[in-house]
């Protein structure tokens, strides 16, 4: 067990809907990191906070966005589902600012199904 | 930005054969590359992870071993077993370009299949 949460662990839901994914970091971690996985893209980076802030972004769309709350954990909010976003979102936690060489420590993931 | 490769994409061994799974990547300004394990239904899990003031780091019957001049890594696994059966990823950190900072760029997976 990482220390990492995240709910729910499954959601299934139709195509221009909207939903929330959630992720509580490892006790006293101050990044948390989405991640999406899909079998074509495999391991995909989407966005990171550090206390709060955005701090990095990487491939994420414009209809995702996320956000971290003062008690650190965050939300990813999806928007507008297609079919294409069907996967499985990983949240990952750190202690620092997430400099190189920081360990990254993932939870156990959402999947989601978008029929 | 960064760019890994994996390979291979899969391998099949022999309960008590060695593994190796080998990954190149492409920024020689990279110095921590970290290995995953991901058995089914879970997420990823850190293994082991080398930093690049060294060359190799063991952990029982797990290696690590990493040729900056090549820019190559590469995980080895010794008297390999069933439970060993997992997806492994190898990874490094995001380019500087783009305000990629914090997060890391994975190789697209090698499934191990250990049999008995």
């Known amino acids: 067990d990482s220390g990492v949460t995240q709910t729910p662990k499954h959601l299934i839901t139709a195509t221009g809907q909207r939903v929330t994914l959630r992720c509580s970091p490892r006790s006293g971690d101050l990044s948390v990191y989405w991640y999406q996985q899909s079998l074509d893209q495999g391991l995909q980076f989407l966005i990171q906070?550090?206390?709060?802030?955005?701090?990095a972004k990487g491939n994420i769309l414009e209809r995702f966005s996320a956000q971290q709350f003062p008690d650190l954990h965050s939300e990813l909010n999806l928007s507008s589902l297609e079919l294409g976003d069907s996967a499985l979102y990983f949240c990952?936690?750190?202690?620092?600012?997430?400099?190189?060489?920081?360990?990254?420590?993932f939870g156990p993931g959402t999947r989601l199904l978008v029929l | 930005g960064e760019n890994v490769e994996q390979h291979p994409s899969t391998l099949s061994v022999q309960e008590g054969d060695s593994a190796v799974i080998k990954c190149t990547y492409s920024d020689s300004a990279s110095n921590y590359f970290p290995w995953y394990k991901q058995e089914l239904g879970k997420g990823p899990q850190l293994i082991i992870d080398?930093?690049?003031?060294?060359g190799e780091k063991k952990d029982q019957r797990i290696a690590v071993t990493l040729n900056k001049t090549a820019k190559h890594f590469s995980l080895h696994i010794t008297e390999t077993q069933p439970e060993d059966s997992a997806v492994y990823f190898c990874?490094?950190?995001?380019?500087?370009?783009?305000?990629?900072?914090?997060?890391?760029?994975f190789g697209k997976g090698t499934k191990l299949s250990v049999k008995p």
């Open positions: 080398i930093r690049s003031n060294v």
């Open positions: 906070y550090y206390n709060g802030e955005e701090r």
């Open positions: 990874a490094a950190p995001g380019g500087r370009s783009g305000g990629s900072q914090g997060n890391l760029i």
């Open positions: 990952a936690s750190s202690l620092g600012s997430g400099g190189a060489g920081e360990t990254q420590y």
